[in-house]
Every structure is written in structure tokens, then in C-alpha cells.
């Protein structure tokens, strides 16, 4: 076998296991946002949002309900991108949330908005604190 084909078979087994390796950190982030998750804070244009503490949001495989003091809201979709620098999420609602979000254990920040935030900054978006509810 010649040095290119090498090189060639190298460079497809090495993105193989990239697409992997990618695939697996989607399902591990998708299997760990599962469950309820309650608004421990809310900021919005550096300004706290008392009353969405206590919110939820509900998970379940490809739909998320949010539940808050007022209202339950219909499941709508949701598609996570772990695979960016800062992990994306875009909600399906009407109008569609683009977002992004970090999950830390029994912890979620979410920081969303029409037009998709570059960073956990409350001028960019709403910016939420989650603990998952332990069943």
C-alpha cells in the first residue's frame, strides 16, 4: 500500500471516529437533559426575573413543556448541537428560541432568544439557572 493511500485510510478512520465521538456526546447531553429541571434564577437585560423563579422545564426525548405559576405550555421541539464551542439549542416554538446552554451534573444554564446568544450574558437573552428536581 503507498504512503497516500495510507495517509487517505488514516484521514476516513480519524473522521469515523470524530462522527462518533460527536454522535456520542448528542446522545450523552440528550440522556442527560431528561427530566425536570426548576428555575433556580432569571436575569434578563441584567435585570432579575423573580417570577420565572420556580418555572420548569420538562424534557422528554425531543420535546421540552414549560410549566410556569400562570401556565403549561403545549411540548414543543428541541434539537441540541453539543458539537459548537458553546453548546447550542434550538426550541421550536412559535416564535422558534435559538440558544445555548451548558449542563453541569444536576445543573443547566440556558441563555436564549430570538437570534441566538454568543455568550451567558442577560443582554443577549434570557438567562436561566436550572436544578434538575429530583424524582
Do not use: H
Amino acid at each position: 500500500m503507498s504512503t497516500r493511500a495510507i495517509a487517505v485510510s488514516l484521514a476516513l478512520l480519524c473522521a469515523g471516529m470524530i462522527g462518533a465521538d460527536d454522535k456520542a456526546k448528542g446522545a450523552k447531553d440528550e440522556e442527560a437533559i431528561q427530566g425536570t429541571w426548576v428555575v433556580t434564577s432569571a436575569e434578563l437585560d441584567g435585570i432579575a426575573v423573580k417570577a420565572s423563579i420556580g418555572d420548569a422545564f420538562i424534557f422528554t426525548k425531543g420535546k421540552v413543556t414549560i410549566e410556569t405559576k400562570v401556565k403549561k405550555s403545549d411540548p414543543v421541539g428541541y434539537i441540541l448541537d453539543p458539537k459548537k464551542p458553546l453548546k447550542e439549542i434550538d426550541i421550536a416554538d412559535t416564535p422558534a428560541s435559538l440558544g445555548i446552554y451548558e449542563l453541569k451534573g444536576d445543573e443547566l444554564k440556558l441563555c436564549y432568544e430570538a437570534k441566538r446568544p454568543t455568550a451567558f450574558n442577560s443582554t443577549e437573552g434570557l438567562l436561566l439557572t436550572l436544578k434538575r428536581e429530583k424524582p
